[in-house]
């Protein structure tokens, strides 16, 4: 009798569903299990994760954008990449189909370099009372032998994806088909120790 007294019923309706968005953003929007069998033995296993997690629809095609810093951190120098171009709702590939797949940069380090996706999954799906979100679950195989699996939630941020994609327009480019877009718009980054 007291709780109904304190707050109808109907204030705390409102108020659970004022705080659900509010905790949402309490924890990182993307993280990522790096494994890298060709790396030496402390960064063969990486956590990475980050709030900088974005997407940009473009007709059939998403583009998703994860950047994260080193292992531990949430944020800083923007060090990892991961870009892919998922077709529809569900992709499962091996190899991509025309126009679509992905790459993984090291920004810094010994394994500095660019990995190409060769195979596995990436599924988009919408999320429940946020328009501008999609969650990304993704378990991909690289040509360098690394394999990366974790989840991301993004943001729609054209802006964020396209400044990416002018930066690494090279890379960018090979993933096109050469009806949508040119050969090349620049240099490809260099691939990573052991990528093939």
Known sequence: MLRNMWMPRRARVRLSLAVIPLLSGCSSHAKLDVCQPLAPPRQQQMRLESDWAYHAADGSRT?????????????????????????GAVTGYSPP????????????GAL?????????????????????????????????????????LTLE?????????????????LLATSATQPATAGAPTASRPGAR
């Open 157 to 173: 941020d054209g802006a964020e994806v396209h400044a990416f994609e002018r930066r690494y327009a090279g890379d960018v480019a």
């Open 97 to 108: 189909p025309d126009g679509c797949g992905g790459f993984f940069v090291q920004v810094v």
């Open 112 to 152: 500095a370099g660019k990995s190409c996706v060769v195979g596995g999954d990436v599924r988009l799906k919408n999320v429940l009372l946020q328009p501008r979100r999609v969650r990304v679950e993704l378990k991909l195989q690289l040509d360098d032998g690394t394999t990366i699996e974790g989840t991301a």
């Open 63 to 87: 583009s998703v954008l994860i950047a994260l810093p080193l292992p531990g951190a949430k944020d800083g120098p923007r060090d990892f990449l991961l870009y892919l171009r998922a077709c």
